[in-house]
């Protein structure tokens, strides 16, 4: 089955180690037939979430409007959503976070936008696994909160510099991913 596949990614490093995990998959999953929207989180403008409890009432899903409201219509679309970006202090940069927080939109709103499948692609300096749980876990929290089932997970571990990535095998674990979608 072909799917929509909508993917957004938090780092502001076009030559980093999660974008290269991001194209991996992004080629793979176009070679498999499914049509794939990407947003750079760190290239647009969305800020955090303003707790109003007015989203959806303007016609936009928020009523602060900025690129989350271009981002919104894609996710409400998508069969899939896959999250990709860098452990920034043990936890989510903040350029993708006001998208995550924002998710918030829908459950106020009442949209339902269940049922869809969830990926994570993440990495970190460091050369241990548990520093992308502050990733990790508020995905799979979220996911599960939204209804949305994990498809898969990339955690690649003791990448600093861009192109450390290439060391290990994290863009053939982000295709291999996308091949099993
Ligand atoms: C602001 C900032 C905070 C970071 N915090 C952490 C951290 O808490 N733990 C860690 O292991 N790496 C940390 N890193 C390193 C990045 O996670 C690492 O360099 C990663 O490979 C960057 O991915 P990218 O190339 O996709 O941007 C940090 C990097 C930056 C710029």
Redesign the pocket.
């Known amino acids: 089955m072909r799917k929509k596949i909508v993917v957004i990614t938090g ?3 076009k030559n ?4 290269a995990m991001t194209d991996a998959f992004i080629k793979a999953a176009e070679k498999k037939g499914h049509t794939v929207t990407r947003f750079d989180a760190a290239m647009k403008h969305v800020g955090g979430c303003h707790a109003c409890e007015t989203c959806f009432k303007t016609g936009k899903a928020c009523s602060f409007d900025d690129d989350f409201n271009v981002i919104a219509p894609a996710i409400m679309e998508a069969d899939v959503v896959v999250f990709s970006m ?5 936890s989510i940069p903040a350029q993708i976070k006001g998208v995550i927080d924002r998710l918030f939109s829908f459950c106020v709103a009442g949209k339902d936008i269940s049922g869809k499948e969830c990926v994570l692609l993440t ?4 050369d241990d696994m548990s ?1 992308m749980d502050g990733v990790r876990i508020p995905i799979e929290r979220s996911a599960a909160l939204l209804k949305w089932k994990m498809s898969g997970e990339v955690l690649i ?1 003791g ?4 192109g ?2 290439e060391k290990t095998d994290g863009c053939k674990q982000a295709a291999a991913l996308a091949e099993n979608i």
């Open positions: 780092s502001p490093r980093g180690n999660s974008f860098p452990v920034y202090w043990y990495c970190c300096e460091e520093v571990s990448v600093l510099n861009a450390d990535i």
